[in-house]
């Protein structure tokens, strides 16, 4: 499709055969009548730019289908998907903008705006989404035993009572979330269920009747250099999971880390390093049962056990603002293991924890 042909009206489904390729041109607009679908068995390259990206529209005020995706090799780059996927009928979901059934695709530079769901990928799929925007959308991603790697992108407050994204199993190797900013929403920032993912370096607020991150069952994910704040619950881990959390910053929830949701076991194992407790209604919820080490951490509320604990003011840049650098007098600077400064973010470079989208 050329953006010299461009507009394009998409009336009925469109189907893209094992051995096609549909390739996009920048500045390509299609335009989709209400529910209307692309079903990719071949490939999809959608290559906009910045100057000239491609636009994926309803064709009048409804909304349209979404794109199923069969196959490996697809990639979308500066691309804007605009009200795509429909509304739940009779209690069942509608289907997403974007579905990876057992497919693989790369997605880059992209925004989706007023979508209902926005990305599903399961039965093995591969997703790769990077510097992509998601505002006033419903669900960001949701993965079913899938390998997901999320970096550097920005989602906006979530609509209705959804996670943003939710993870359930995976193959192969774990999931990777990464400099990522979540902005709020009625339930989960993050939402696990029998997932290792890595969760790196990332800014969650405002999931004031949720948690930050949520993990279901025996399997932990690994959690580095994340800011928590201003959620119901910064991190709910399952008691059955062994603890790693490792230079994270909590502040402002009602509850920091809470082990206190799921089966109970026998002890609950782990370690809380090189992290920031501060101003949480609780630090931490836990079975009598819990035998966590903590060192070179930072409470509010009392002096962890352990070597290396502080019980002090972080001395945070600016708080109320979510800017949680620590000040040039900040009492963590280079009190974490190896020199480092206790918390997500180290002052001696002056970055946040998450990637500025550009």
């Avoid at 704040?229 to 402002?252: M, Q």
């Avoid at 609950?268 to 049962?289: C, F, H, M």
Wanted: net charge negative; aromatic share 8%.
């Amino acid at each position: 499709l050329t953006s010299a042909s461009s507009p394009y009206r998409i009336a009925s489904d469109l189907i893209v055969p094992s051995s096609f390729s549909l390739n996009i041109e920048p500045g390509t607009l299609l335009f989709l009548d209400e529910g209307t679908g692309i079903q990719i068995d071949g490939h999809i390259n959608a290559l906009g730019t910045t100057e000239d990206p491609i636009f994926f529209r309803p064709n009048g005020c409804g909304r349209w289908g979404s794109i199923a995706i069969q196959s490996v090799g697809n990639h979308f780059t500066h691309c804007e998907f605009y009200r795509a996927s429909s509304t739940d009928f009779d209690g069942i979901p509608g289907p997403m903008t974007i579905t990876l059934n057992s497919g693989q695709a790369s997605i880059e530079d992209c925004r989706f705006l007023e979508c209902i769901r926005c990305l599903n990928v399961n039965g093995e799929g591969n997703l790769s989404l990077k510097d992509t925007s998601f505002l006033e959308c419903e669900l960001g991603v949701f993965g079913v035993n899938s390998y997901t790697e999320i970096e550097n992108c920005l989602f906006g407050e979530t609509q209705n009572g959804y996670d943003t994204v939710q993870l359930i199993g995976g193959v192969r190797r774990p999931s990777v979330i990464r400099g990522c900013q979540f902005e709020g929403g009625a339930r989960d920032g993050i939402d696990l269920e029998g997932s290792a993912c890595l969760i790196f370096g990332n800014e969650i607020f405002g999931f004031v009747e949720g948690a930050g991150i949520r993990s279901r069952g025996p399997i932990a994910p690994s959690l580095v250099r994340n800011v928590i704040s201003n959620c119901g619950k910064g991190v709910v881990l399952d008691p059955s999971s062994r603890v790693r959390l490792n230079h994270l910053t909590l502040v402002r929830n009602d509850i920091g880390i809470d082990l206190t949701t799921g089966e109970t076991v026998a002890e609950t194992t782990g370690a809380v390093r090189n992290t920031i407790l501060w101003e949480n209604g609780e630090d931490i919820l836990s079975p009598d049962t819990t035998e966590i080490l903590f060192s070179h951490s930072n409470s509010g509320k009392s002096l962890f056990p352990g070597i290396g604990n502080l019980s002090v003011n972080p001395l945070f840049a600016d708080p109320d603002k979510n800017d949680f650098r620590l000040r040039a007098n900040s009492p963590m600077l280079r009190r974490a293991e190896n020199g480092l400064d206790i918390g997500a973010i180290q002052q001696s470079t002056g970055q946040r924890s998450y990637l500025q989208l550009r």
